[in-house]
């Protein structure tokens, strides 16, 4: 079975740092890209950026909204992808998803249960 | 970047009716390779989003032949044949086109 769990959600006060992890099971990691989405409180999904695996060089992508604060990596040693937010904005306060699927880097097949990132004074 | 706008905004509907949610985007999907790169997406209360349909009309794995998609270009439409009371939730078209991938608003479907 397929599993994404995300973790170290927060109340974290804006200009602070924050890391989210994204533990997987029951596929090969390293064969795929991870994603990540987030939702801000009763609103629709927002794509974060990407990673992709070693052997398309860990590529990454990422929304302008996001980019030189938010940084992807991933250690397949450990079947874990990180989301490291720097510089937070209220903004990104959201719930935060991985996600990922077999088929291209782009399609969503398995998606974790979120982790929800607070961001205020 | 592109972007796409679903209608309707909410949709109420009845079990065993058939229901259809539009999505539409500013420039076309239609990829060189012939494949129109529309997802739809379903996330119930209280869940996280599902893959319903990729490449505009690939029913995802596990997913009821009740769900149908089509369209290609810049027009797509998702189709429930007969609603079911489990298939209540918000209903995301995304494109996969090219970076950054957009999401539709949502439908929000509920039984009437």
């Known amino acids: 079975e397929v599993r994404l769990v995300e973790s170290g959600g927060a109340w974290v006060q804006p200009g602070r740092s924050l890391r989210l992890s994204c533990k997987t099971s029951?596929?090969?990691?390293?064969?795929?890209?991870m994603t990540w989405f987030r939702q801000a409180p009763g609103k629709g999904l927002e794509w974060v950026g990407f990673?992709?695996?070693?052997?398309?060089?860990?590529?990454?992508g990422y929304a302008a909204s996001v980019r030189g604060r938010f940084t992807f990596s991933r250690d397949d040693s450990r079947d874990t992808a990180y989301l490291q937010m720097n510089s937070l904005k209220r903004e990104d306060t959201a719930v935060y998803y991985c996600?990922?699927?077999?088929?291209?880097?782009?399609?969503?097949?398995?998606w974790g249960r979120g982790t929800l990132v607070t961001v205020s004074s | 970047d592109i972007v796409v706008s679903q209608s309707p905004l909410s949709l109420p509907v009845t079990p065993g009716e058939p229901a259809s949610i539009s999505c539409r985007s500013s420039?076309?999907?239609?990829?060189?390779?012939?494949?129109?790169?529309l997802d739809w997406y379903l996330q119930k209360p209280g869940q996280s989003p599902q893959l319903l349909i990729y490449?505009?009309?690939n029913r995802a794995p596990g997913v009821p032949d009740r769900f149908s998609g089509s369209g290609s270009g810049t027009d797509f439409t998702l189709r429930i044949s007969r609603v079911e009371a489990e298939d209540v939730g918000v209903y995301y078209c995304?494109?996969?086109?090219?970076?950054?991938?957009?999401f539709g608003g949502g439908t929000k479907v509920d039984i009437k």
């Open positions: 996600a990922t699927g077999p088929i291209s880097w782009y399609t969503f097949h398995y």
């Open positions: 029951g596929f090969t990691f390293g064969d795929l890209a």
């Open positions: 990673i992709r695996s070693k052997l398309h060089d860990e590529t990454t």
């Open positions: 420039q076309s999907l239609l990829h060189s390779n012939g494949h129109s790169y």
């Open positions: 490449l505009a009309s």
């Open positions: 995304m494109q996969s086109l090219q970076p950054p991938l957009t």
